[in-house]
């Protein structure tokens, strides 16, 4: 019971982020859950494989897989709400309705402890060799046992106006804008340079939270929270970005968001329901002569990439990407066969063609429009690719070379906690609501509350 309760925690931290594997992947709307059949007849063996997933890419992959092979694959896309309800009702039952299921890196560690994913070592060396390592260390249990592969990597950059980089800083390119975001305190310099000119550095602070596993990980070998400098850093620009109004006040996946990336945007205060505002609302307010600003970078895996593209009108074309305070990732679909399926070998061939087939990653690339895969290979056959939404930047190569500084010995299954805790330690500050000291106070309070094995440092920066 205990590991189903840790597992029904850890899904529920991070369901928010289910559906941005790529821009393919909303999860199934005003249901509990879509499924596709394919109309190919199943193979001789009679072997249908089930697959449960949180996004939509998998149901490609399944008529691809279904008109090569003959077997057929029924796809089921759950609503996030209900993903973690029905995982814990259906593996936690040991059932064998499902053959193949997904999970993103910070729901693995739990699934494999509670023992859903079946032993994927045969794959191991395959893995090893061809795929990004990030992907390859996420998919192992703590005892280095592979359980779940990804056809999809997810590294992260800043992705900025490359027009209005020229304007203000007289270049745009990426190694000069990267150097500007560099350090929290140059991204600090970086925003007052451009709130000089009218413009936001970036929507909300909320876009520094991907840089706060820059140094250490949140939690070390002796279960001590680890506060250092760098997030300190992180916390006091945070503050500085905001009490400023250095930032929109645009809410990442608010509308006033996804509008900053066509266009100009109202001047928002930091008080603004941007939850309740409209794109049609926004314009009319600019048409009627409201003061405005722009947009000049956003912080997010390579999904991210993706959402801009698409949503960035006139201004398609005029993004670059480029590195941060450092390398990161986020999301990621990875793929693992039930323990306690009847179909183990057959759901481990779909595994193995969605993730380890050269053609199939070739393909993906193309069909997803953009999203970036884990196979290393094919990344950099592809690395001289000008990508044309981002001024014809090489944005594969760019990628490949940013997952060469991931980390993934940084990462604990602490961290969402520590980030949310540390993120309401930084908004009670900026507005007014708390000092510093007091915030750390309480932030080491909620996170050890929430974990009672964790404990606060003798050189923790409070007193």
Request: with cysteine.
């Given at each position: 019971?205990?590991?189903?309760?840790?597992?029904?925690?850890?899904?529920?931290?991070?369901?928010?982020?289910?559906?941005?594997?790529?821009?393919?992947?909303?999860?199934?709307?005003?249901?509990?859950?879509?499924?596709?059949?394919?109309?190919?007849?199943?193979?001789?063996?009679?072997?249908?494989?089930?697959?449960?997933?949180?996004?939509?890419?998998?149901?490609?992959?399944?008529?691809?897989?279904?008109?090569?092979?003959?077997?057929?694959?029924?796809?089921?896309?759950?609503?996030?709400?209900?993903?973690?309800?029905?995982?814990?009702?259906?593996?936690?039952?040991?059932?064998?309705?499902?053959?193949?299921?997904?999970?993103?890196?910070?729901?693995?560690?739990?699934?494999?402890?509670?023992?859903?994913?079946?032993?994927?070592?045969?794959?191991?060396?395959?893995?090893?060799?061809?795929?990004?390592?990030?992907?390859?260390?996420?998919?192992?249990?703590?005892q280095g046992v592979l359980r779940a592969v990804s056809y999809q990597a997810c590294p992260g950059s800043v992705i900025y106006?490359?027009?209005?980089?020229?304007?203000?800083?007289?270049?745009?390119?990426?190694?000069?804008?990267?150097?500007?975001?560099?350090?929290?305190?140059?991204?600090?310099?970086?925003?007052?340079?451009?709130?000089?000119?009218?413009?936001?550095?970036?929507?909300?602070?909320?876009?520094?939270?991907?840089?706060?596993?820059?140094?250490?990980?949140?939690?070390?070998?002796?279960?001590?929270?680890?506060?250092?400098?760098?997030?300190?850093?992180?916390?006091?620009?945070?503050?500085?970005?905001?009490?400023?109004?250095?930032?929109?006040?645009?809410?990442?996946?608010?509308?006033?968001?996804?509008?900053?990336?066509?266009?100009?945007?109202?001047?928002?205060?930091?008080?603004?329901?941007?939850?309740?505002?409209?794109?049609?609302?926004?314009?009319?307010?600019?048409?009627?002569?409201?003061?405005?600003?722009?947009?000049?970078?956003?912080?997010?895996?390579?999904?991210?990439?993706?959402?801009?593209?698409?949503?960035?009108?006139?201004?398609?074309?005029?993004?670059?990407?480029?590195?941060?305070?450092?390398?990161?990732?986020?999301?990621?679909?990875?793929?693992?066969?039930?323990?306690?399926?009847?179909?183990?070998?057959?759901?481990?061939?779909?595994?193995?063609?969605?993730?380890?087939?050269?053609?199939?990653?070739?393909?993906?690339?193309?069909?997803?429009?953009?999203?970036?895969?884990?196979?290393?290979?094919?990344?950099?056959?592809?690395?001289?690719?000008?990508?044309?939404?981002?001024?014809?930047?090489?944005?594969?190569?760019?990628?490949?070379?940013?997952?060469?500084?991931?980390?993934?010995?940084?990462?604990?299954?602490?961290?969402?906690?520590?980030?949310?805790?540390?993120?309401?330690?930084?908004?009670?500050?900026?507005?007014?609501?708390?000092?510093?000291?007091?915030?750390?106070?309480?932030?080491?309070?909620?996170?050890?509350?929430?974990?009672?094995?964790?404990?606060?440092?003798?050189?923790?920066?409070?007193n």
């Amino acid at each position: 019971m205990k590991k189903f309760l840790a597992l029904l925690l850890a899904l529920a931290m991070v369901l928010s982020m289910a559906a941005c594997g790529s821009s393919n992947s909303a999860p199934a709307a005003n249901d509990s859950k879509t499924e596709t059949k394919s109309d190919a007849a199943p193979a001789a063996d009679g072997e249908k494989i089930v697959v449960w997933t949180l996004a939509n890419d998998l149901k490609q992959f399944a008529e691809r897989y279904t008109a090569e092979t003959g077997r057929e694959v029924e796809v089921v896309v759950f609503d996030s709400a209900d993903y973690a309800t029905k995982i814990m009702q259906t593996l936690g039952t040991e059932s064998s309705d499902l053959d193949v299921f997904v999970g993103e890196p910070q729901m693995l560690p739990n699934f494999f402890e509670a023992g859903f994913a079946a032993d994927l070592s045969e794959l191991d060396a395959q893995v090893a060799e061809k795929l990004v390592d990030y992907t390859y260390e996420a998919g192992k249990d703590d005892q280095g046992v592979l359980r779940a592969v990804s056809y999809q990597a997810c590294p992260g950059s800043v992705i900025y106006r490359r027009d209005l980089a020229q304007e203000v800083f007289g270049t745009d390119d990426p190694d000069a804008i990267g150097e500007k975001f560099s350090s929290f305190n140059k991204i600090v310099e970086t925003a007052a340079e451009l709130d000089k000119a009218g413009y936001s550095i970036f929507g909300d602070t909320g876009a520094l939270r991907w840089f706060s596993i820059s140094s250490n990980p949140w939690v070390n070998e002796n279960n001590e929270i680890i506060v250092d400098q760098d997030r300190l850093d992180y916390f006091d620009a945070a503050v500085a970005l905001y009490q400023n109004d250095y930032v929109a006040n645009a809410s990442e996946w608010s509308a006033p968001w996804y509008a900053s990336m066509a266009g100009p945007l109202p001047v928002l205060s930091a008080d603004a329901n941007v939850w309740e505002m409209t794109g049609d609302g926004l314009a009319e307010d600019i048409a009627n002569g409201a003061e405005t600003t722009q947009v000049f970078s956003y912080v997010m895996p390579s999904w991210g990439a993706l959402i801009i593209r698409d949503n960035a009108g006139d201004n398609k074309g005029k993004f670059g990407v480029c590195s941060g305070v450092c390398s990161f990732f986020g999301g990621g679909t990875f793929l693992a066969v039930n323990e306690f399926s009847k179909h183990k070998e057959a759901a481990k061939d779909f595994i193995e063609y969605c993730t380890l087939n050269n053609d199939t990653a070739q393909w993906w690339l193309e069909a997803s429009n953009g999203d970036v895969v884990s196979n290393k290979e094919v990344l950099a056959a592809n690395a001289d690719y000008q990508n044309p939404s981002f001024g014809n930047q090489n944005t594969y190569g760019f990628y490949l070379k940013e997952m060469e500084h991931i980390d993934y010995s940084l990462i604990t299954g602490y961290d969402d906690s520590c980030k949310e805790a540390f993120g309401a330690a930084i908004v009670s500050v900026q507005k007014g609501e708390s000092t510093k000291e007091d915030a750390l106070k309480n932030f080491y309070t909620v996170v050890t509350t929430q974990y009672p094995e964790l404990v606060i440092p003798a050189d923790a920066p409070i007193n």
